[in-house]
């Protein structure tokens, strides 16, 4: 797995004690333009974590991962270039954070659209599904439809 904008490392370690509990030679990439890491170093090792700081997608374009997360800058050209850099070689999920997130709507569209975009393109070859998981009166948009993660289904392809 590769995660692009790990930050803290809060989704990573969940995520690598998950799949490493179920796959022994389970890897995951930490991927982030700085290192804002606060996980000790026996647990990275443990977890099967290696970190790339500093880096973008492009330092990776056109690696296959099994599973792709992209949660780093969320405008529209970077959602749309680490899709084209590595979510579309996924062989399993790629999944984007934010994909209802409206407050990136300046930065180009934002991951907001596109996710959609992304969605009518691929729409005919594979299952797209979105999750929310914001409660109403919360956070930036308060409609109870904030944040989101799309995830594009590789093996229904
Ligand atoms: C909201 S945080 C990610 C949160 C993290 N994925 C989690 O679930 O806890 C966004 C991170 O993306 C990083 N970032 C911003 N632009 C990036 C880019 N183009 N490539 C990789 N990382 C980027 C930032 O440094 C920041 O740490």
Known sequence: M????VFTGGTAIFA???FKAVFMAFDYVCLDIKD???ILPKTEK???MRYEFGKTSDAFAGEVFDVVFIDGDYSFKWAKRDYLNLGKFATKICAFHDVNAKEYLPKGGGVYNFWRHLCSSVARDMTAIEICHSDA???AQKDGNWMGIGILDMTSK
């Open 36 to 38: 804002h890491l606060l």
């Open 137 to 139: 009166h919360v956070g």
């Open 46 to 48: 443990r977890l099967g």
């Open 16 to 18: 690598a004690a998950f």
């Open 2 to 5: 590769i995660e692009v904008g």
